[in-house]
């Protein structure tokens, strides 16, 4: 996926009717990286990806940060968004150092309980602002490298490109093969149709997929994590599909899975 499928998704988002859900997604997904920067972090990812392309490597967060202000100011405007939903979410006055840390612990999936604490907001709102800022960042990375990863060796539970974990799949037109989405990153990347994307669990008996009447959307669940992921198959669509719009559209599939006492995996 490209900044150019966040923006579509933008304008779809704005045709709809505007819950506080919609209304926030919409905002986070439209931060966009000033144009002023674009030229030194290109920069920076053209170095990134000659590495990259001699051997595929996991970028570490000194990889993906490579502007202490270019991302501070993506955050502060994302604070700034999550503010007006939820007041108790103060994160404009944060120092940059501060921020830094909390983007590396973000970044290498540590815990936020301390350093929300520290600073007295819930984690949720600190990971989701975190999330947002480095958004526009990470999918200019992948837009860059996506096309240098070697599908065929990777085949692992996590990103190929950010180390992330996926938060959607498909399954492609031509085979039917399930392909993962980056929840950070939105590389695509692909997996095993029976294996668990999060605990690697390949027993038959404990994998299971649900589905709708018109079988285009699948809520893949395990039962040893008690985890779920939910799908698009894209053998049932026509026309151009936007995962960052799938994911929201399929909100009920999230409640469903949740009634039946899954966690989300990522
Ligand atoms: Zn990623
Ligand atoms: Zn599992």
Not at 11 to 26: N, P
Request: with cysteine.
């Amino acid at each position: 996926m490209t900044t150019q499928a966040d923006t579509e998704t933008v304008e779809q988002l704005g045709k709809w009717k505007q819950t506080r859900y919609i209304e926030l997604h919409r905002k986070l997904l439209g931060l966009k990286i000033k144009d002023s920067y674009l030229p030194v972090l290109d920069d920076h990812i053209r170095q990134i990806a000659k590495r990259f392309a001699q051997s595929n490597f996991v970028l570490q967060f000194e990889d993906v940060f490579p502007d202490e202000a270019l991302f501070c100011e993506l955050f502060w405007e994302a604070s700034s968004i999550i503010n007006e939903y939820f007041p108790d979410s103060k994160m404009e006055s944060l120092q940059p150092s501060v921020i830094k840390k909390a983007a590396n612990g973000w970044y290498q999936y540590s815990s936020l309980n301390d350093i929300a604490r520290e600073i007295g907001i819930s984690w949720e709102a600190l990971s989701l602002c975190l999330k947002s800022a480095f958004h526009p960042i990470l999918v200019r990375y992948s837009e860059r490298l996506s096309p240098l990863v070697n599908q065929d060796s990777w085949r692992q539970r996590i990103c190929p490109i950010c180390g992330g974990k996926p938060d959607f799949a498909f399954l492609n037109k031509e085979t039917g093969a399930r392909w993962l989405i980056c929840s950070r990153c939105d590389t695509e990347w692909l997996f095993l149709r029976l294996e668990c994307p999060f605990c690697g669990n390949r027993d038959q008996d404990s994998l299971a997929y649900l589905t709708d009447e018109k079988e285009l959307y699948r809520l893949y669940t395990c039962e040893q994590c008690r985890t779920y992921i939910k799908a698009i198959d894209l053998r049932r669509t026509e026309g151009e599909v936007l995962f960052p719009l799938e994911r929201i559209v399929t909100l009920d599939l999230d409640r469903q899975a949740s009634e039946a006492g899954y966690q989300p995996g990522w």
